[in-house]
Every structure is written in structure tokens, then in C-alpha cells.
């Protein structure tokens, strides 16, 4: 049943909101997120303490729900937790507090309605990490849609009707394509008459040809990679991210693009092992140009914020061309890079923001000396970017290594190029810290503040994860790996 409480307790706790006015609604908020950390966070310790030895996939079997949603149609509520979904329900539930608790230097109109749908939009989150019925995660993929599009489109920039439509846009079309191809795998579950049945079970027990796996592929594929993004289905990133205000786009970056990237570990490469066989090695390429290209354009960007955008887009077409890589090393990679890429992320957004709040601007060419009466700030900035360009003992530098490593096993010449991510990261993240805090003085330099109290709350906590991942990997690879062990069996099989 914790699995159902995680669910349902953000729903219940934003309906509550609704009674909340101003600090009210954002005290509320946070507590309610905290508590569904915590209990999060029990979840993992329970499914620790009865691993099976060997870790057997079996062992967080105890979260399993399954009971009738829609009987007649054999559609059923069944969620459930395995070593690699807890890790994102984790990551989830380590974040939104964070990302609430970073909105309290902002006033948001009608705040009880926009801390709602941040709660609305985790139990969306958790939802997608936790279905194993095709139609009730499709149903919590939407889930999660509608609140970050209305969170985008009421409290965000000057062009956020036309940027925000985009992406709705985008997205809504993906999901279709992936509807269309959970309805056609629906209707092939009915062997020797057995009944109609949308279970992940059933779906992986398929026997499609290699022609049906093929197109079943892409329809899913498409959804997953606008989701991610993956070049070049990306261009509706850049400008969401730098119009939506900096919860929304923390929760698009740290958490939701993480949804794609589950997905497809989860539903596309054991549904489809001939269609993803077939038309890997195109996903692949696509995915180093999406690492190059990223990489590339975020050189050329004076916005902090979009900058760091491109920055994420590079990053992603990482962990997609570790997933594709079809090996056990590449699959680990991805997963340890989700949680490393969620902590950095979010902590580089909310750099971006105070700096913007204290001075009015993001641009990088009008910031300089900022670290003279910063320290704390130019500490945390540091910090957080050297993880995001993998330095050792940092937990950038052991998702990106095992990422590469699996890459290169797959092919030598696109993880020698995959392998530029790094030293471009390097150029585009150091040079930004270094005219932005290091620079000359500017108007800003003498009257800048530094660090308070409840921005601190929010960075300490990702500094620490950036140094636990990266000093004590094996910890959440060894949670990961029963389920990346299932999911290459089902692969290969």
C-alpha cells in the first residue's frame, strides 16, 4: 500500500490547499512534499531490508498493487516498485520539496493554486514511475502534462502562450502516436482466446514479427524521445525552459524529461527487442548529434538560463545513447546519470535564479565579479558545475564514464565522439562561471548579497548528493541493477 499512499497523498494534500492563502499554501506545500519524502524513503529502506540474496528483481514485489480499474476491457490499477522505478520515485520525491521550497522567494499570484499543481503534477510523476498497465501509464503520462502546462502558461515570461502551446503541442502529438501502439499491442494480448489485456506482462510476452515490431517502435519511440528530448525532436526545449518560471522549469528538467528516458527502459526495449534491434543504431546517431549540437549552441548562448538548457539537451543525448547501447554498463549508466543529472540541473536553474533576482539579469556579458561578495554562492556554483561536467568524486563523472564505456563498447567511433560532451561541457560551464563570478566588476559586484538561509535549505541538499553519488555509487547501482538485469534479459531473450 505505500505505493498507492505516494500516489494518492500529493492529490490529497493539494485538494487541501485549496482552504490555504499565501505562506499558508506554501507551508503546506512543503510539509506535504516532506512527508511524502519521507515516506519515500522508507519504501527504499523496506525494499533493502527484504532484498532477496542474488537480488532477485523479485524483491519489491511487497509494493505490488494490482486490482480491477476497468474489469470488462481487462485493464487493471496495477502499480508496483522495482530497484529502477524507486530510484525515480526517490529522485522525485528528493526534488519537489526542494523545487517548493526555492519558490518562496517568489510571489506567485494565486499561490494556493499554483502549489496544488506542483502536487498534482508529482502524484502525474510517480504515476509514470510506478504503472505497469500500459493504459494507466499512459493515463498518468497525461497526468503529469496538464498541471506544468498550465504552471507554464499562467506564472511564466511574455511568450509563454505561444511557447507553452508548443510544447503541449509536442507532446500531446507523441502521446497519441503512443496510444495508437498500446491500443494495436492491446488487441494482440488475446491469444487463444485467454482475454484482452493491457499488463506489462502480457505485452512483453508477445510474439510480434519483426515488420510490426518495427513501426509498434516508433510509434512509442516518438513519444519518448519529445519527452527526453532527443534531437531532433528538442526544439520546443530551449524556449519552454527560459519562459516558464523556475519551479516549472526545474520540474521539466530535473524530473520530467527523466519520464522518457524511464519509459523507454521500461515499455519500448523489452516490448519491441526486433524493432529496437532494427532501428537502434539510427536512435544512436541521432543521439551523439544531439550531444554535439547541444554542446555546441550552448557556447554561443548569453542567457544563463538558456545556456544551461542546451546544456541539459546535450546531457540527455548522453543517457539516450547509453540506453541504445543495449549493454549492462550503458543501462547503469543512464539510471546513476538520471539522479546526477536531476541534482545538477535543478541546483544550476536556482543558481540562474538568484543571481537573476539580486541583479535583473541573466545576461552573461552584463554579469562580472559576482563572487567578491558572494562566497557561499560562488562556492555552490562551483560545486554544482563541476558535477555537471563530471569531475572525479563528483556524481556527474560516474554516470558520464559508465555512460561512454557503454557506448564505446557498442561502437568505438560514436563513443569517441560521445566522448567530446565532456570537454565541450568544460568550455561553455567554465566560462560562464568564470565571466559571471570571476569576471570584471560590474554595477552589481559592490551590492550583491549573498546566500540566505532558505536558499541554502535548498543547495546544501544537492551539494550533498553531489558528492554521496559520486564517493558511493554502488549504493544506488545496486538497487538499479536487478531491474537492468530483467530488462536486458528481456532484450536479449
Known amino acids: 500500500m505505500l505505493t498507492v499512499f505516494l500516489l494518492l497523498f500529493p492529490v490529497a494534500a493539494a485538494l487541501l490547499l485549496h482552504f490555504a492563502k499565501g505562506n499558508a499554501a506554501r507551508v503546506l506545500a512543503l510539509g506535504a512534499a516532506l512527508l511524502e519524502f519521507a515516506v519515500a524513503v522508507f519504501a527504499a529502506v523496506s525494499a533493502s531490508l527484504n532484498m532477496a540474496p542474488g537480488h532477485s528483481a523479485a524483491a519489491y514485489s511487497v509494493f505490488s498493487v494490482n486490482i480491477p480499474w476497468i474489469a470488462s476491457a481487462g485493464i487493471n490499477f496495477h502499480v508496483g516498485m522495482d530497484g529502477l522505478s524507486l530510484l525515480m520515485v526517490l529522485l522525485t520525491t528528493f526534488l519537489v520539496p526542494l523545487i517548493i521550497l526555492a519558490s518562496f522567494r517568489h510571489d506567485y499570484p494565486n499561490a494556493s493554486a499554483f502549489y496544488a499543481l506542483i502536487l498534482f503534477m508529482q502524484t502525474g510523476l510517480i504515476g509514470v514511475f510506478v504503472s505497469l498497465d500500459a493504459f494507466l501509464f499512459y493515463f498518468f503520462w497525461e497526468v503529469a502534462l496538464i498541471p506544468i502546462y498550465f504552471i507554464a502558461g499562467v506564472w511564466g515570461g511574455e511568450r509563454r502562450i505561444q511557447v507553452t502551446f508548443k510544447f503541449f503541442l509536442y507532446t500531446i502529438i507523441g502521446s497519441l502516436f503512443?496510444?495508437?501502439?498500446?491500443?494495436?499491442?492491446?488487441?494482440?494480448?488475446?491469444?487463444?482466446?485467454?482475454?484482452?489485456?493491457?499488463?506489462?506482462?502480457a505485452f512483453y510476452n508477445l510474439t510480434l514479427?519483426?515488420?510490426?515490431?518495427?513501426?509498434?517502435?516508433?510509434?512509442?519511440?516518438?513519444?519518448?524521445?519529445?519527452?527526453?528530448?532527443?534531437?531532433?525532436?528538442?526544439?520546443?526545449?530551449?524556449?519552454?525552459?527560459?519562459?516558464?518560471?523556475?519551479?516549472?522549469?526545474?520540474?521539466?528538467?530535473?524530473i520530467m524529461l527523466k519520464m522518457g528516458i524511464y519509459g523507454t527502459l521500461r515499455w519500448l526495449l523489452p516490448i519491441v527487442p526486433l524493432g529496437t534491434s532494427q532501428w537502434g543504431k539510427v536512435v544512436m546517431i541521432l543521439a551523439v548529434i544531439g550531444i554535439i549540437y547541444g554542446a555546441i549552441i550552448a557556447i554561443r548562448q548569453r542567457d544563463m538560463k538558456r545556456l544551461i538548457a542546451y546544456s541539459s539537451l546535450s546531457h540527455v543525448g548522453?543517457?539516450?545513447?547509453?540506453?541504445?547501447?543495449?549493454?549492462?554498463?550503458?543501462?547503469?549508466?543512464?539510471?546513476?546519470?538520471?539522479?546526477?543529472?536531476?541534482v545538477n540541473v535543478v541546483g544550476m536553474f536556482f543558481i540562474a535564479d538568484i543571481i537573476q533576482r539580486r541583479t535583473g539579469t541573466r545576461?552573461?556579458?552584463?554579469?562580472?565579479?559576482?563572487?567578491?561578495?558572494?562566497?557561499?554562492?560562488?562556492?555552490?556554483?562551483?560545486?554544482l558545475l563541476l558535477g555537471t561536467v563530471a569531475l572525479p568524486l563528483t556524481n556527474g563523472f560516474v554516470g558520464e564514464f559508465l555512460l561512454l564505456a557503454g557506448v564505446y563498447q557498442y561502437n568505438m567511433w560514436l563513443g569517441a565522439v560521445a566522448g567530446i560532451t565532456i570537454i565541450l561541457a568544460a568550455v561553455y560551464l567554465l566560462r560562464m562561471f568564470q565571466r559571471v563570478m570571476l569576471g570584471p566588476e560590474t554595477s552589481f559586484t559592490a551590492s550583491i548579497q549573498d546566500l540566505t538561509g532558505s536558499e541554502l535549505a535548498v543547495l546544501v541538499p544537492l551539494i550533498v548528493l553531489v558528492f554521496w553519488i559520486g564517493l558511493f555509487p554502488n549504493m544506488f547501482l545496486?538497487?538499479?541493477?536487478?531491474?537492468?538485469?530483467?530488462?536486458?534479459?528481456?532484450?536479449?531473450?
Open 478 to 493: 545496486r538497487i538499479s541493477e536487478p531491474a537492468v538485469l530483467q530488462i536486458l534479459t528481456l532484450v536479449n531473450r
Open 178 to 201: 503512443m496510444l495508437a501502439a498500446f491500443v494495436y499491442l492491446y488487441f494482440q494480448t488475446d491469444i487463444n482466446n485467454a482475454g484482452l489485456t493491457s499488463d506489462i506482462d
Open 209 to 254: 514479427t519483426a515488420s510490426q515490431q518495427a513501426w509498434v517502435f516508433w510509434l512509442i519511440f516518438i513519444a519518448f524521445a519529445v519527452k527526453m528530448p532527443i534531437f531532433p525532436f528538442h526544439t520546443w526545449q530551449p524556449d519552454t525552459y527560459t519562459e516558464s518560471p523556475v519551479p516549472a522549469t526545474m520540474l521539466l528538467s530535473g
Open 318 to 342: 548522453l543517457m539516450a545513447a547509453g540506453v541504445f547501447s543495449l549493454t549492462f554498463i550503458g543501462l547503469q549508466g543512464a539510471v546513476i546519470q538520471m539522479l546526477a543529472h536531476g
Open 363 to 383: 545576461d552573461i556579458s552584463e554579469l562580472g565579479g559576482l563572487t567578491r561578495n558572494t562566497p557561499l554562492l560562488s562556492v555552490c556554483f562551483l560545486v
